[in-house]
């Protein structure tokens, strides 16, 4: 696409909507108020080929209020239907609408140079639309990754990455990340922007790849091509068969509320359903099963005659009933009637043999147990079978091996359980002993045989490739000591997904504690301080200390446990990964949670302990704020709201009351600074996990004279004013 048609293509909704009171063509609806409506009286029913039914409509007077009008103009020549924005409408359904798409692009010559910057925009702000969570958004390109934010009323931000050397690595119709990526967006979106960026400027592709593609567009309508590379007709082609759906509702009200209102819409016929957007509101009227018709105007909702198509057997009469029909056959013939059921089957006269009848019935009571009892034996022969299966694909001849290798060097066995203990331990894994789940597993509360209460996890399902890697990390783990580490006791491998047998730890998640018991006496600030220098030591260890580096790769206060003395526990090992003795980094799959995930290695892949130590940064913000690393409320990242306070001057305003109130200057103050360190955006800047758990160790061991501390009391209430900035400045160092 040159630049001429692209500067035509982003004014084309502009031209439109500039122009939609020019001459227009459309289809007006003349019928009698008693025939089906679609919409008023005397009101257009289409633009060109697509319907306009109420509450839309082409002229001010005939839509239910100005924001559902439809502009149909005739400046492109064939007439064509437009929102109020200036978006081409495809098509109107009962709740959603239709419009064309728009394609964020990136093109690069055979040198690296940009040929092509095309973002894409939507702003639907102040309209009754919101984006459907049917929509896909998707990247296509081999050298890129695409970001799609909402900038106004609901700000979000989420992303693809695709990656492929070879042409021969894609596949037709996958979007797994290897040339094509998608992924969701939340509810309620009402605007927002796509920016397509390459990695390496398509220098390595070119020959097969010289552009990346961005969009979201209804997930069905795309079906991916190995040939959509070179094809050069691959965005207007997207733009006309991957239109966007879009959500639409009547006003802002529940049905409750708006039932109740002078300006309800529905029709008494209808029935009213609250629009599912995030809390939005406004609601859509809807017809009945078995009734068609608009659900907002005069006839309303009208009986379908179920009998004009036929449903029921050549030898049975059909009954039209309203909102349903009822099929019953002729006399001479039994069965529900219908074509797709049993029909109409002809009756024949019976005789009953009584004789006959019970030794049919006795014969078939003795073969039905003989039966019984021969699948048992098989079923329990094919489970047996099935289990020994599922040991050694899980690599359970390898894990023996590992064990005694072990036990020769007197290390520390690992216990290998067997389906039934585990089975027997969690009462055939009940719902009530559930303790949590996540994206590696669901974690159960045991009890085994003698008395011991473990914390047992079915892990997701391995692949075959990553058993021997599963085996190393289970036998690596299960040596791990450390008095803040959660223990790993052994394995089930007689299942299709592994199952790993943890240390139970009975005072919930650090997660838990923060945000919902944080008024708990014990919660002090030192011992905050103190649960973040236990957790920081367990990390610095599996970094450096282990026998083989452990990167965690999902830490978070939620994996963070605390025992019955308020000990920390690092926990979840799911997403962790062993590094090569050889090796400071791995590239792997991108895996973490949102709002603790270390920005360069979502970017590069490239996973190194300063990734955890990014992490932790965001857990040691938590402690001091009170605040979640993403707020459900006004979706704000703490890790960036963290650190603009503290630029701001406005530390003081953003602890947590009980926070203030118990640190020191001196400590706030260096742990601020240290979470600055732990955030900085490039990895090679941050502290290792030994420098964050050594720096911690002395600010706790920080001491004040009792004359100091009436002071520091008195300087924490004036801490609180409002409208007053913080008494001193975070240093500007780690910017």
Not at 193 to 218: D, M
Not at 381 to 394: A, D, M, T, W
Not at 442 to 450: A, E, I, M, N, S
Request: glycine fraction near 8%.
């Amino acid at each position: 696409m040159d630049t001429l048609t692209t500067l035509l293509y982003l004014l084309y909704p502009l031209v439109a909507l500039l122009c939609a009171s020019s001459d227009t063509i459309y289809t007006t609806n003349a019928s009698t108020p008693t025939a089906a409506a679609t919409a008023k009286l005397g009101c257009a029913t289409k633009c060109g080929d697509i319907t306009i039914p109420y509450p839309f409509g082409i002229e001010k007077e005939c839509s239910i209020d100005p924001s559902f009008q439809i502009n149909c103009t005739t400046i492109f020549g064939k007439p064509k239907p437009f929102i109020a924005k200036g978006y081409e409408v495809t098509n109107i359904s009962d709740n959603h609408l239709y419009i064309k798409n728009h394609i964020a692009s990136g093109c690069y010559d055979n040198t690296g140079k940009s040929t092509l910057e095309d973002p894409a925009i939507f702003d639907l702000l102040s309209t009754p639309y919101t984006f459907s969570i049917a929509n896909k958004f998707t990247l296509v390109g081999c050298d890129d990754s695409a970001i799609i934010l909402g900038v106004k009323d609901k700000n979000f931000t989420t992303g693809c990455i695709a990656i492929c050397s070879k042409s021969e690595n894609l596949v037709d119709g996958s979007c797994d990340g290897i040339g094509c990526c998608q992924t969701n967006i939340p509810k309620g979106v009402t605007n927002f922007v796509i920016v397509v960026e390459s990695l390496r400027k398509h220098v390595p592709v070119w020959s097969f790849n010289p552009c990346g593609y961005a969009f979201l567009g209804q997930q069905d309508k795309f079906k991916f091509k190995k040939s959509d590379f070179l094809d050069p007709l691959f965005v207007n082609r997207t733009i006309e068969n991957v239109p966007v759906e879009l959500d639409w509702a009547i006003g802002t009200k529940h049905c409750v509320e708006a039932q109740s209102s002078d300006d309800y819409a529905c029709h008494p016929t209808s029935y009213c359903l609250d629009a599912d957007n995030n809390g939005i509101g406004g609601y859509n009227c809807i017809c009945p099963d078995g009734y068609q018709g608009n659900p907002y105007i005069d006839p309303g909702c009208q009986d379908i005659n179920e009998c004009e198509d036929s449903p029921c057997d050549p030898n049975g009469n059909c009954i039209n009933l309203p909102g349903t029909f009822n099929c019953t056959c002729q006399n001479g013939y039994a069965g529900d009637g219908k074509k797709g059921g049993q029909g109409c089957v002809q009756q024949k006269s019976e005789f009953p043999v009584l004789k006959l009848s019970l030794g049919l019935g006795f014969g078939l009571l003795f073969l039905i147990v003989s039966v019984s009892w021969l699948y048992f034996i098989i079923q329990q022969r094919k489970l047996k079978q099935q289990r020994q299966k599922f040991f050694e694909q899980n690599g359970g001849l390898l894990l023996k091996q590992q064990l005694k290798s072990n036990e020769s060097v007197g290390g520390q066995s690992t216990r290998i359980f067997t389906y039934e203990e585990l089975k027997k331990a969690t009462n055939n894994y009940a719902k009530n002993r559930i303790l949590g789940k996540g994206g590696n597993g669901v974690v159960y509360k045991g009890t085994l045989q003698d008395k011991h209460v473990v914390a047992i996890k079915k892990s997701l399902r391995i692949e075959k490739d990553d058993i021997e890697s599963f085996i190393n990390e289970v036998t690596i783990l299960t040596q791990i000591n450390h008095r803040n580490v959660v223990k790993l006791f052994g394995c089930c491998l007689e299942t299709e997904s592994p199952i790993l047998v943890y240390e139970y730890i009975s005072n919930g998640t650090l997660c838990d504690h923060i945000h919902n018991n944080s008024e708990q006496p014990w919660l002090s600030w030192p011992n905050r301080l103190r649960i973040a220098t236990e957790a920081a030591n367990a990390l610095a260890y599996l970094h450096s200390a282990a026998s083989l580096p452990i990167f965690h790769r999902d830490v978070k206060s939620a994996n963070i446990l605390l025992d019955e003395f308020h000990t920390a526990k690092i926990a979840d090992f799911g997403s962790s990964r062993l590094l090569p003795a050889d090796e400071t980094q791995v590239l792997t799959q991108v895996l973490g949670t949102l709002g603790y995930m270390d920005p360069e290695y979502f970017i590069t892949q490239q996973l190194t302990g300063k990734s955890d130590v990014y992490s932790f940064g965001v857990v040691i913000a938590e402690l001091m704020t009170g605040r979640k690393a993403i707020s459900n409320e006004d979706d704000k990242n703490l890790a960036t709201f963290f650190i603009t306070s503290v630029k701001a001057n406005k530390l003081f305003q953003i602890l947590e009351p009980r926070v203030l109130r118990e640190g020191s200057l001196e400590q706030l103050q260096g742990v601020a600074e240290l979470v600055l360190r732990c955030l900085n955006l490039s990895g090679e800047r941050r502290p290792t996990m030994r420098e964050v758990a050594l720096e911690l160790e002395r600010l706790r061991n920080l001491h004040m004279h009792p004359q100091i501390h009436e002071e520091q009391e008195a300087s924490n209430s004036a801490r609180l004013a409002p409208d007053e900035s913080d008494l001193y400045m975070i240093s500007q160092k780690f910017d």
